[in-house]
């Protein structure tokens, strides 16, 4: 059988890989790295995290994202089973050990018998002998590839700006001022319920610090990045100062469900939290401190900060560009370029946003691919999945505005504004909303209660349907191919102590 050929080793391309493999097709991985590498990797490894070592929630039952764990988990993803071996504590969320989680998806890919890993940058577009191609190079690909894709897909990329955090050693925080404590000392899955530290603001220090954060140099934009927008969900924290002097108390500062031991008594203005970035609990990263603030100002800036007036930072914040299609026109409804099927996208090039949406559009591209080398029909999953819901996003599910200017189609987290609503679903038999009585005071649910139980009617529905789709899949490859089985793969080995 010819192999499929997958560009780019990180989150999306290492998942489709897996994917590919375990349905008896053979892969050649072509990653750059680490001759070639990018403005944010710092490795050779495959699925390198380059910013938080976050997974975000993992709560399935009324988080999109935690929804899209649970899915992945049960379509079996490497990248959930490497991120769980590896989990760091994070309260609700999911936040992994980034060294521990690379290498295990590195080791199953290279170990895997059916895969060959070509470290090589991919300059141009692929020859015609390369039938199936799934391209996965990310937000950072690199520039002569870009140029090559520019060019068939006829439109120029867009671009907008993410900005990255600081971390900071873990010894260099002054724990007589900071504490440890997860908000409502929330434990989730994987905590204690003490998983973040804490550095609290009064008034006056939280005045002080908005005030050096709005004079603070910044790094300039080149002239052609100037009308290059910011993605909403990660503004730099100097942006977000600007949008109003309360802006970042309702933020990632916000005091809420926290209690200084130190000071009992004394409810914080303001609140910075600080987040475990590795295994050995030594570093810890500023939650929601992305800047494009310049490095010695950060220091400077970040040392006003209660407790963090000695911090030695291990990386400080950065800008970076992102690169992505307008998907909905190019694509077809299984990731294929319109103009030239033979290449499939995969990942944040295609208009999802972030570390696990990128590895969800790699599990399913990489199906697509399988299942096309097979003989197989591919499958879309169920707009009431997460998977879908994502997937519907990208290829069709956003509406052009008909307006000149610049086109309106962003990249996207997973939210569960992407999901059809209940009322209208034609295939669960779930209870829509209105029906959903009594649990709490008498006649409807309402406000937050009501929001909470929409939530797990969608996530049980999305979890039914998602159930279905997969057997129905399953059933149809072993029909097709009965002498090419299907697996869910290797378990992940449990990461050795260090
Ligand atoms: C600086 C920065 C900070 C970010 N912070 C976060 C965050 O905190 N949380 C979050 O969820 N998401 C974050 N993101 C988004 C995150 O990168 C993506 O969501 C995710 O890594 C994308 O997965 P991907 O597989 O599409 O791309 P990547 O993981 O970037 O993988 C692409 C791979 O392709 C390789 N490559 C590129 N060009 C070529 C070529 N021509 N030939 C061969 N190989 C090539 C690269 O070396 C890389 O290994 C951040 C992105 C950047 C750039």
């Not at 391209?135 to 907008?160: C, M, Q």
Request: proline share 8%; net charge neutral.
């Amino acid at each position: 059988m010819q192999p499929i050929h997958i560009i780019g080793g990180g989150l999306a391309g290492s998942e489709a890989a897996w994917q590919i493999v375990n349905r008896g097709v053979p892969v050649v991985l072509h990653e750059m790295r680490p001759a070639q590498s990018t403005a944010a990797h710092k490795t050779g490894g495959l699925a390198e995290l380059v910013c938080s070592n976050s997974f975000r929630s993992d709560d399935r039952d009324h988080n999109a994202v935690g929804l899209l764990h649970e899915e992945m988990r049960r379509l079996g993803s490497l990248v959930m089973r490497a991120g769980d071996a590896n989990q760091v504590p994070a309260g609700g969320a999911l936040a992994v050990d980034r060294d521990g989680f690379s290498l295990a998806v590195t080791q199953a890919l290279a170990s895997h018998p059916l895969i060959e890993i070509s470290r090589n940058e991919i300059t141009e577009l692929p020859p015609a002998l390369w039938d199936s191609i799934i391209i996965a190079t990310g937000p950072l690909t690199s520039a002569p590839l870009a140029t090559a894709i520019r060019a068939v897909t006829g439109e120029d990329a867009l671009a907008f700006f993410d900005a990255i955090a600081p971390i900071i050693h873990r010894d260099s925080i002054d724990m007589s001022v900071a504490w440890f404590q997860s908000r409502y000392d929330h434990a989730g899955p994987g905590g204690t319920g003490a998983d973040y530290i804490n550095c609290p603001l009064d008034r006056p220090q939280y005045e002080v610090f908005v005030d050096a954060l709005l004079a603070g140099d910044r790094v300039s934009f080149h002239e052609w990045e100037t009308a290059t927008p910011y993605f909403d969900g990660c503004l730099p924290i100097e942006v977000m100062a600007e949008r109003g002097r309360e802006t970042l108390r309702f933020g990632p500062m916000k005091p809420v469900g926290l209690t200084d031991p130190h000071r009992p008594g004394i409810k914080p203005y303001a609140i910075v939290q600080l987040r475990q970035d590795n295994r050995l609990g030594t570093l810890f990263n500023m939650v929601g401190f992305q800047t494009k603030l310049k490095h010695a100002e950060q220091v400077r800036i970040f040392r006003v900060i209660p407790g963090l007036e000695h911090a030695e930072f291990a990386r400080l914040g950065g800008l970076h560009r992102n690169t992505f299609l307008n998907a909905p026109k190019l694509l077809d409804g299984t990731l294929r370029l319109k103009a030239m099927p033979r290449l499939r996208f995969a990942g944040q090039i295609t208009g999802c946003e972030g570390y696990v949406e990128s590895a969800a559009i790699g599990l399913l591209a990489g199906r697509f691919a399988a299942a096309e080398r097979r003989g197989e029909t591919p499958q879309v999953p169920p707009p009431t999945t997460a998977h879908g819901a994502l997937l519907a996003h990208i290829t069709g599910g956003h509406v052009e505005t008909i307006d000149a200017g610049p086109r309106s189609f962003q990249p996207m987290n997973v939210n569960f504004g992407l999901f059809p609503p209940l009322a209208t679903s034609p295939s669960s038999p779930l209870p829509t909303l209105p029906r959903m009585r009594g649990r709490v005071g008498r006649g409807e649910l309402r406000g937050a209660v009501k929001a909470m139980a929409k939530r797990r009617a969608l996530t049980a529905r999305a979890l039914t349907d998602l159930d279905a789709w997969a057997g129905a899949a399953m059933a149809a490859a072993t029909q097709t191919n009965p002498l090419i089985p299907v697996s869910e793969g290797a378990p992940v080995p449990e990461p050795s102590p260090r």
